[in-house]
């Protein structure tokens, strides 16, 4: 059996870690070449409690909230995007939208829905049939999920369990006009 010492066991950890480095940094659209140390340990991070417990993730973990509330479910994607930095978007791309029900999906519930633009209620409660205003801020995350990682976005799977069957034949075109709209912007971008 081959022993190991000291010195071979930390070149091992230092390669492994290089690796999960480039791993994650591979994963990024808007950031090309990542030099920040604390950006890159972040990257290196994929579990989601893991993320969230990190001292470093925390101290860089701000959202700023724009003053204007979007008016479609498109232009809440967008805003998001534009709102977060790669700390907070990494966050989003390994945590399920489960995860931000109680804190951010509560925020953005309260700001961009309850006390939002008409336009942006009717497109998500008379268009596309939403039951729920717990389901328009889970809607909006798991769309902006998707659109931050590589493929494609499916809308109708992200409303799979919070339609009847009735609801899904008449919101149909407007499920398919937002994956369009936000597939096209995403293509655009490079993503």
């Not at 994650?24 to 140390?37: F, M, R, V």
């Not at 008449?170 to 490079?190: M, P």
Request: with cysteine; proline share 2%.
């Amino acid at each position: 059996m081959l022993k190991m010492n000291k010195v071979n066991r930390n070149n091992v950890k230092i390669v492994i870690y290089l690796i999960i480095l480039t791993i994650a940094s591979c994963n990024l659209k808007e950031e090309k070449k990542i030099t920040d140390p604390e950006l890159i340990h972040v990257l290196s991070i994929n579990n989601c409690d893991s993320l969230m417990a990190d001292e470093i993730f925390k101290k860089h973990n701000q959202i700023k909230w724009p003053d204007k509330k979007p008016k479609s479910v498109v232009e809440a994607v967008l805003k998001l995007d534009k709102m977060t930095n790669a700390y907070n978007k990494h966050l989003f791309r390994i945590c399920e939208p489960i995860e931000f029900h109680l804190g951010f999906g509560m925020m953005l519930r309260n700001e961009w829905i309850h006390t939002g633009e008409e336009e942006l209620k009717d497109q998500l409660f008379n268009k596309l049939k939403l039951k729920h205003f717990d389901y328009s801020s889970g809607l909006i995350l798991g769309l902006f999920g998707e659109y931050i990682k590589n493929g494609e976005i499916h809308l109708m799977e992200q409303l799979g369990d919070h339609l009847n069957a009735d609801s899904m034949k008449t919101a149909r075109i407007e499920f398919q006009k937002i994956e369009d709209e936000l597939n096209k912007i995403k293509k655009k971008n490079g993503g």
